[in-house]
């Protein structure tokens, strides 16, 4: 059984600040993370995604991976009211298989 | 506006009653997938569809649920004698040739089953 583990929060951080979402996953075989962002009575839609250990950065965001340690991250540097919002940590399973698991999501929420 | 459609977006139906959702992917897309999301849970994986293909199916999917993509086009997703643990949202998503993991997802489909 894969399992995605992510604190459900909520998470609450300062107009301004770094926000910080942890993910932890359990299929060793996993080589691609993806996050996607959710926000209320709305869809999810993918916001990052990334393959290899490391960091790689999009605007404000930046995810990070550790495989030996299946631990993905995703921080959001100056932080928005707009980004908040549930932020879904989803690892691409191996052995070809398509279809993503999700975590349950973290509930951030920018304080102005 | 070409993104991913689903209909109907709403479904009111009462226990034992069957219900069919339709969903028209990207036209570019060749990827489709069904994912059910209940309140505070994040989208679960029912199944996947490459072309007209169906590759993948949850193994906690019941066999009351069957889902079609002919012609590789639009997808439905039909399940028979509700109950009323299959109230949730019904999200379709697809994802283009070479980005598995790129899911656009629609609007979703709300079942509430009396």
């Known amino acids: 059984q894969k399992e995605v583990e992510q604190n459900s929060g909520p998470l609450s951080v300062p107009e301004g600040a770094i926000a910080s979402l942890n993910c932890t996953y359990s299929d060793r075989g996993s080589q691609s993370f993806f996050w996607y962002r959710q926000y209320s009575g709305k869809s999810p839609e993918l916001i990052m995604s990334?393959?290899?250990?490391g960091d790689k950065e999009d605007g404000r965001f930046t995810a990070q991976l550790n495989k030996a340690s299946q631990y993905v991250s995703l921080l959001i540097r100056d932080s928005q009211p707009s980004d908040s919002a549930t932020y879904l940590c989803?690892?691409?399973?191996?052995?070809?298989?398509?279809?993503?698991?999700f975590g349950k999501g973290t509930h951030l929420i920018i304080q102005p | 506006d070409t993104g991913v459609s689903q209909n109907p977006r709403h479904k009111i139906t009462k226990r034992g009653q069957n219900v069919t959702f339709r969903c028209d992917p990207i036209s570019e897309h060749n990827r489709l997938y069904w994912y059910r999301q209940t309140l505070g849970q994040g989208p679960e994986f029912l199944t996947y569809?490459?072309?007209?293909?169906?590759?993948?199916k949850s193994r906690l999917l019941s066999d009351r649920f069957s889902a079609e993509r002919p012609k590789g086009s639009f997808s439905t997703l039909e399940i028979q004698r509700t109950e009323q643990g299959d109230s949730a949202m019904y999200l379709c998503?697809?994802?283009?040739?070479?980005?598995?993991?790129?899911?656009?997802f629609g609007e979703g489909s709300r079942l509430t089953v009396l």
């Open positions: 998503a697809s994802s283009p040739r070479g980005g598995p993991g790129e899911l656009f």
């Open positions: 569809f490459q072309n007209e293909a169906q590759l993948e």
């Open positions: 989803a690892p691409r399973g191996g052995g070809g298989a398509d279809g993503l698991t």
């Open positions: 990334i393959y290899s250990n």
